[in-house]
């Protein structure tokens, strides 16, 4: 005879607005099924954590997964989709490390006529996570050309918060063969993304983007947009912002590209670990090793409420323009007490608005004002509103679980807030 089960307590989660970066707040419907899966899985009296990976019950789990993903981003047959471990930041090596086997594999005599040197790596660094992405990659000894770094750019203050035009950027010449450009979509610390429709792969120089494979980092944007996948060669991300619990992390990746790195070894490509080789994940569909098994049933579970239930990635791209759109009316309406962190408008991300606090007409962020602003929100059960350490300031993160209702108690808040403050350097 089991415990008698706890009831489920909802009070206060149902009063809670989670604007976390990330991990960030998910359907209550989906956590409620998932609750249940967790406990007996679909009549199997077996939590989902407690059956075998390599059962057919789990087969169903993940294969439903990865077609309700397909439909979703209309991921074209030739593109593989892999569900592997070790987050976006295990992506930074891996996604080079794959790309670099793949280009020796295909160009066998590159690195000999080259003396040496690898392929040169294009990264476009408009924030944080590119620019640990490149710092991983000169780690590891690669030969990694900063392509951009918005920090330099014109009016740029060495701060992130704008991205230079296309027309500035230092590509490497298409006949050099690069491995790769590498760019991240949405700039989860930062604010930044890059403007609707995405990454202007279309502005490349013809013969780069024919020839080169583009590497996306969706990590904090991805399905709240459309994403052309075959403009792409690989485009990852961790699931913890808009997909599911932190643990599992996609890779939709060109099979042409998933290559066997020994292969590669004796014409200058990398040595990888096994755990990191894509071909290992393709060949066994994900299932190599013990895969996150919670992590992608959950995130299955969103996949299936956004396409069934919430009219798919243009239903999120709508709830998405909206929900932003009234945060940084908000913002620009405050009369520059709310200032915004990212100074080109067209660069603000419509998932982690960021913004500093300043006394009127001082245009200076005061820390003081920002928790004060911080703990109004607690008061409002406005929660995770602080912006990242490395940054400061406020950054509301507005990703797909967040209501448009949710979105309108912030605004109301914001709103309030900067009233208050006026009042006070009229007082
Ligand atoms: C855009 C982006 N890339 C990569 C990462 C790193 O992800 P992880 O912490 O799963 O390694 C994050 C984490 O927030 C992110 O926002």
């Known amino acids: 005879m089991s415990a008698p089960p706890p009831t489920l307590d909802l009070s206060q989660r149902d009063q809670t607005i989670n604007l976390g970066a990330g991990p960030s707040s998910l359907p209550t419907s989906v956590l409620l099924t998932a609750a249940q899966g967790i406990l007996d899985h679909d009549g199997t009296g077996m939590g989902l954590t407690e059956l075998s990976h390599r059962s057919g019950t789990f087969k169903k789990v993940i294969e439903k997964a990865e077609a309700d993903l397909r439909a979703l981003l209309a991921i074209p047959d030739d593109y593989a989709v892999l569900f592997v471990q070790g987050g976006g930041t295990e992506q930074f090596s891996a996604t080079a490390l794959n790309l670099l086997a793949a280009h020796a594999v295909h160009n066998p005599d590159y690195v000999r006529n080259n003396n040496g040197q690898g392929p040169p790596c294009d990264y476009v660094v408009t924030g944080s996570w590119t620019s640990k992405a490149v710092k991983e990659a000169r780690r590891l000894g690669f030969n990694a050309n900063v392509a951009v770094d918005a920090r330099k750019a014109e009016g740029a203050d060495g701060k992130f918060g704008m991205i230079p035009e296309v027309s500035t950027w230092n590509l490497s010449p298409a006949q050099s063969k690069p491995a790769f450009l590498y760019y991240c979509d949405n700039e989860t610390v930062d604010g930044v993304e890059f403007p609707n429709p995405g990454f202007p792969i279309d502005r490349l120089p013809k ?6 494979p583009i590497v996306a980092d969706c990590s ?11 403009a792409h060669s690989l485009i990852f991300f961790g699931a913890q912002k808009n997909v599911g619990p932190s643990g599992v992390t996609v890779v939709i990746v ?16 990398p040595r990888i670990p096994t755990t990191l080789v894509y071909k290992n994940m393709l060949d ?9 098994m919670f992590a992608i049933y959950a995130s299955g579970l969103v996949f299936d409420d956004l396409l069934r239930n919430k009219g798919g990635v243009q ?20 009369e520059g007490i709310l200032i915004p962190t990212v100074r080109q408008p067209g ?17 200076t962020p005061d820390e003081a004002l920002e928790d004060r602003f911080a703990k109004r929100c607690a008061e409002h059960h406005i929660v995770q509103v602080k912006g990242h350490r490395s940054v400061g300031g406020i950054r509301t993160s507005l990703y797909n679980a967040v209501t ?19 009042a006070e350097a009229q007082a």
Do not use: C, W
């Not at 013969?207 to 080169?212: F, G, H, K, L, Q």
């Not at 904090?220 to 075959?230: E, F, H, W």
């Not at 066994?284 to 996150?292: K, Q």
């Open 284 to 292: 066994n569909a994900s299932l190599y090793n013990t895969p996150p």
């Open 220 to 230: 904090s944007n991805i399905l709240s947009r459309p994403i052309d996948v075959a």
């Open 207 to 212: 013969e780069y983007r024919d020839t080169v």
């Open 315 to 334: 239903g999120a791209t709508e709830r998405a323009q909206q929900k932003s759109r009234l945060v940084y009316d908000a913002i620009d309406a405050s």
């Open 347 to 363: 660069a603000r991300s419509r998932m982690n608005v960021t913004f500093r606090i300043a006394r009127p007409g001082t245009a």
């Open 404 to 422: 448009v209702e949710q979105v309108q108690k912030l605004v109301e808040v914001m709103r309030a807030f900067v009233q208050e403050v006026k």
């Open 254 to 269: 060109r099979k042409s590209l998933v290559v066997d790195p020994d292969l590669g070894v004796e014409h200058g490509g």
